[in-house]
């Protein structure tokens, strides 16, 4: 299961009225782009070190508890949970080097709504294996019973090994999951606007491509009216959706200039769809390392990268490049000297990315420029965009980031479960908040609040504009 | 703790035996054709603490409904959840259809769990246009973030109203929705065993965070549905979330006594219980399971006055009154808790499910006034002698089918 793009989504003009501008933030006076900060609960990845004594469970609820209130005490706009429908395979078995087992999404959230105030809550939700009407109702009860903090993740799944566990069961195709995923979301929203503003249901009735669903929403409009919308892609497809559609979009940029190139691009779709730069907050997953000293950091994040990638998590990450069986071989010993098994299914329930061929042969020419062996390459080549020094450090670097258009804010994704943030919060985030570039204190109640972002409660539908 | 709980065995995997001798058994009734020894409703010594799941004496199982029609608002409920947990009820339980208006129920509990301690929390999930893979991994999760407080409720949508939420699939009849929902049960049940507990090992030295040889395809193939499996949650920690369904009309009488740990009777006399708490556990025998390992309650609306007198002329002299939506308790909770006794006592069944007609009134009467009576008496506990929904209703923890069916 990982996050995959979403399409295109041909849309009809948006509604002529202008939206209302965002609540101000009462941001300390300052030079520096206000900046947004999210948490990924630590989980079913590689980059979770579960040997690490310090690493407790990845289940109990109390972990959650944990690194919620954390990223709450730290005024987080919000808390992201990852999704998973079927347990990973390699080489036809249930992959068992990393975390494997996590909880279901919203019913975690529900009950991390009843030990956090402000902080959002964001869910990983399919959009190949539901069903519009029950997930629309199930996260508008999170916006309800959350007070208005919900947001929604919207993946599609990859193929018929997911569908082995649902009654629909097969393989829908790329082009079918995104045109479903846009319909998806579509309809929801057409739920969550089905009551009328003074609180009585009305009926609605969508006949589409893939959904042909009427009836009575069993809710009334929720906190946020419609919960934050969040999509994860990279392809131009993606892109326009997420500039038509979404509020936050999740990425994997790493340096400094592709994520500027990725900034303008995006942020420079949005007036094609009637939004403005502001309606889209930017949001790039990264891993951020803090010691006393820069140097000390950087000595602390090399043997994280140890820990991630163990002899057999290096041999794994090689058998997915290559598509086939290396378990003969050193994991400190040469990278395999044969090319890469192109239609392979060593890999299930993970996507492969790019060309097997490409990716063998970068693999090589770090390992001949840099003389490593097959373990130190997959280090090297595995990582995601990292924020390493001292505290003063990260926050510049961050700063400079948000500064610089190359994202609006950050998803951390800590490597221990459940303290993986008590070193951010306590010791970045006063720094970035004597810089004037984050919030000292939540300025409202709901996600939408926190992100800058209006409530379409707030807006007339173009259903009561008919009227 | 191995014990022996059946769980119902699935189509292709050989029938559950366990490898442990029986649990003694946890109530006296066992056929129910006699009334059970009268228990001393004078005692005032609460039972002693024990051991998860032990050999317990009888005990009186309390339950009550939070449903507020419409309610939207964390407030509406959580008033009603303390009440239910400082009450030292057993369970709680929330209704829930696509079709009514409301809140998702499971979602509601979930978001009671943290600020309840012992009250176990029962929603009803349905089963008819929903996915059980989703199904078994929110109550699974549900039993995580409450510690081993879940219950399920299953529940069945049969309109077409309730088809076109969904326009996957045409409605179906109230037999086809129950034989599916007991479909669904025994593949929440495969799944939810679909991890041992122990497999989780974190072994260094072979970097390995699990051992894959005690993870378990499910591989159920039911009428409408497959499921592969495993689960994405590990193995809850009741093993298995309580099952409670209602047992009135023959169809769901039918899912509940192959499936239920918990059984919920309408029925307005203490003659009517004792026979059908009689009649579901002799079906349950004849279905392989256990008839010790059920617990029948009796499931009626009360509406509570302030005082303490007694019932109303009309309520068969202090008993409920039959009427079209189910037996209706009218009268004062002192007099509700002599009927409480009177049909425990008299073995006919293990407990009570009640429904309050105005939910903040009568929960608060319930527990202030019968709840606690019973307490002064002995007849009811004095606190939570455990910690799980299974501990407080004697059920043991079930076996996984896959140490069972390997040790034979």
């Given at each position: 299961m990982s996050h995959q793009r979403l399409p295109q989504q041909p849309r009809p003009a948006p509604p002529q009225q202008p939206r209302p501008a965002p609540p101000r933030r009462s941001q300390p006076p300052g030079t520096h782009r206000p900046l947004h900060l999210a948490a990924h609960f630590p989980g079913v990845n590689s980059t979770t070190v579960w040997s690490d004594p310090r690493s407790g469970s990845q289940i109990a609820f109390d972990s959650f508890v944990h690194l919620a209130r954390t990223a709450e005490r730290g005024l987080f706009d919000f808390f992201f949970l990852a999704e998973g429908l079927r347990l990973r395979e390699h080489k036809g078995r249930i992959h068992d080097l990393d975390v494997v087992g996590r909880p279901e999404s919203l019913a975690v959230l529900n009950a991390v709504a009843a030990v956090t105030e402000r902080l959002g809550l964001a869910a990983t939700v399919n959009?190949?294996?539901?069903?519009p009407y029950e997930l629309a109702r199930r996260l508008a009860s999170l916006d309800h019973l959350s007070d208005g903090r919900a947001a929604w993740n919207v993946v599609t799944s990859s193929d018929a090994f997911t569908g082995?566990?649902?009654?629909?069961g097969g393989y829908l195709d790329r082009a079918e999951r995104y045109t479903r995923a846009a319909e998806f979301v579509a309809t929801a929203r057409e739920l969550w606007d089905s009551w009328s503003p003074d609180g009585t249901p009305r009926p609605f009735a969508h006949h589409g491509r893939h959904f042909s669903i009427e009836g009575e929403f069993t809710l009334p409009r929720s906190p946020q009216g419609h919960p934050v919308v969040i999509q994860a892609g990279d392809s131009a497809e993606g892109r326009d959706f997420a500039a038509s559609t979404a509020d936050v979009i999740f990425t994997r940029h790493g340096t400094l200039a592709a994520g500027q190139e990725f900034y303008a691009d995006v942020k420079g779709r949005l007036p094609g769809y009637g939004r403005t730069a502001d309606d889209l907050k930017i949001m790039p997953g990264v891993t951020v390392v803090v010691g006393d000293t820069d140097a000390e950091a950087q000595e602390k994040a090399t043997e994280i990268r140890r820990l991630q990638v163990s002899p057999q998590n290096a041999l794994l990450a090689a058998e997915q490049v290559w598509g086939t069986d290396l378990s003969g071989f050193d994991p400190d010993g040469p990278l395999p000297a044969f090319d890469p098994v192109v239609d392979s299914d060593v890999v299930q329930g993970r996507v492969r990315q790019g060309d097997p061929r490409a990716l063998a042969e970068k693999w090589r020419g770090l390992a001949r420029a840099k003389n490593l062996s097959l373990r130190e390459t997959a280090i090297e080549a595995t990582g995601r965009q990292s924020f390493i020094g001292s505290a003063a450090t990260v926050a510049e670097a961050m700063s400079h980031f948000v500064d610089s258009r190359a994202a609006d804010g950050f998803i951390l994704v800590p490597h221990l479960t459940p303290g993986g943030l008590d070193e951010f919060v306590d010791q970045v985030v006063p720094l970035l908040q004597e810089r004037g570039a984050f919030r000292t204190a939540y300025t409202g109640p709901t996600l939408r609040d926190h992100l800058g972002l209006s409530h379409p409660a707030t807006r007339q539908t173009p259903k009561d504009a008919a009227a | 703790m191995p014990d022996s709980t059946p769980t119902p065995p699935a189509p292709q995997t050989p029938p559950a035996v366990s490898s442990t001798p029986p649990a003694p058994s946890t109530s006296p009734v066992v056929s129910s054709t006699a009334p059970a020894p009268t228990p001393p409703i004078a005692s005032s010594t609460p039972p002693a603490p024990t051991s998860p799941v032990p050999p317990t004496p009888r005990r009186l199982h309390l339950a009550a409904a939070i449903d507020v029609p419409g309610a939207t608002r964390v407030a509406d409920f959580l008033p009603l959840a303390r009440f239910a947990d400082e009450g030292l009820l057993d369970f709680l339980t929330l209704g829930d259809s696509?079709?009514?208006?409301?809140?998702d129920a499971l979602s509601v509990l979930a978001r009671l769990a943290p600020e309840t301690r012992r009250v176990g929390l029962v929603p009803t999930v349905t089963t008819t246009h929903t996915e059980p893979f989703h199904v078994q991994a929110q109550l699974a999760t549900l039993d995580w973030v409450s510690r081993g407080r879940a219950g399920w409720r299953p529940g069945v949508s049969t309109s077409e109203n309730e088809a076109r939420l969904f326009g996957r699939r045409a409605a179906v009849t109230a037999r086809e929705a129950w034989r599916e929902a007991g479909e669904v049960v025994e593949a929440a049940r495969l799944l939810w065993d679909s991890w041992e507990d122990d497999a989780e090992i974190r072994d260094i030295p072979s970097g390995r965070f699990v051992d894959r040889d005690k993870l378990h395809y499910a591989d159920y193939a039911g009428t409408t549905f497959s499921v592969r499996g495993p689960s994405i949650v590990p193995r809850p920690p009741q093993g298995h979330p309580v099952i409670v369904a209602d047992a009135d009309d023959p169809v769901r009488r039918d899912f509940a006594v192959r499936h239920a740990d918990v059984l919920l009777v309408e029925t307005s006399s203490r003659e009517q219980a004792a026979a059908f708490s009689a009649e579901v556990r002799a079906e349950a025998a004849r279905a392989g399971r256990e008839p010790a390992d059920l617990r029948v309650l009796a499931s009626l609306t009360v509406e509570l006055s302030g005082g303490e007198q007694a019932a109303e002329p009309g309520h068969g002299g202090g008993g409920p009154r039959p009427t079209a939506h189910g037996p209706h308790y009218r009268g004062g909770p002192v007099d509700l808790a002599e009927l409480i006794g009177d049909w425990y006592a008299a073995g006919a069944v293990d407990g009570f499910h009640l429904r309050p007609a105005e939910p903040g009134r009568d929960l608060e009467r319930l527990v202030n006034g019968t709840a606690a009576l019973l307490q002064h008496r002995g007849v009811f506990r004095a606190f939570h002698p455990g910690s799980t929904l299974r501990e407080h209703l004697g059920l043991a923890r079930p076996a996984n089918l896959h140490l069972t069916a390997s040790a034979t």
């Open positions: 959009s190949t294996f539901n069903e082995e566990n649902f009654r629909r | 696509f079709a009514a208006p409301g809140l």
